[in-house]
């Protein structure tokens, strides 16, 4: 299986998905949602810690994330989550028949964040995380 998707279940209830691609290097989490009557509730960082955990497992390096230029509450989110800014894909919703804001923002870019993985190199954003100790 090349992408695998995550459910995050409360009981018997969907609260969350998350899609990550581990075929290449760096593996990717392509998407991740928590219902929205679930938001804000420490269960995004809860699912990102155990992806994190899952990436430790399978010896990923580094795991990326992207979100789009205009969705601020999402960057705020990945660096509370540990990840750090790595580099811009220009135009990456250029397929967007009608243009789309967020904020007032137009969505044009896709910012990538990124985690190092390497438990053996002081000071990366996997020790912050401390994703060993749930
Ligand atoms: C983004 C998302 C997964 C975050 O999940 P969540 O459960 O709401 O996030 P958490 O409660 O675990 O928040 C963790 C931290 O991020 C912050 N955060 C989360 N969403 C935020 C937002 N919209 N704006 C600002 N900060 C936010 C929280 O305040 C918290 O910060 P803290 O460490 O200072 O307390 C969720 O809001 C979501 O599903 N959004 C819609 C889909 C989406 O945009 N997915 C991302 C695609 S790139």
Redesign the pocket.
């Known amino acids: 299986m090349i992408d695998v998707v995550y459910v995050l279940w409360d009981g018997d209830q969907k609260t969350?998905a998350a899609t990550v691609r581990w075929r290449d290097e760096p593996a990717e989490?392509v998407?991740?949602?928590?219902?929205?009557g679930?938001?804000?509730?420490?269960?995004?960082?809860?699912?990102?810690q155990w992806i994190v955990a899952e990436a430790l497992r399978r010896g990923v390096k580094k795991l990326e994330?992207?979100?789009?230029n205009a969705?601020?509450?999402?960057?705020?989110?990945?660096?509370?989550?540990g990840f750090r800014m790595d580099h811009i894909r220009r135009d990456y919703f250029w397929y967007y028949r009608e243009p789309r804001s967020e904020d007032g923002i137009t969505i044009r870019d896709l910012l990538v964040f990124s985690m190092e993985l390497d438990k053996n190199r002081p000071g990366t954003n996997s020790e912050q995380l401390n994703p060993g100790s749930y």
């Open positions: 969350g989490i998407e991740l949602a928590i219902a929205t679930a938001q804000r509730h420490g269960l995004g960082r809860i699912f990102v994330v992207g979100t789009s969705s601020i509450g999402n960057m705020r989110f990945y660096q509370r989550c």
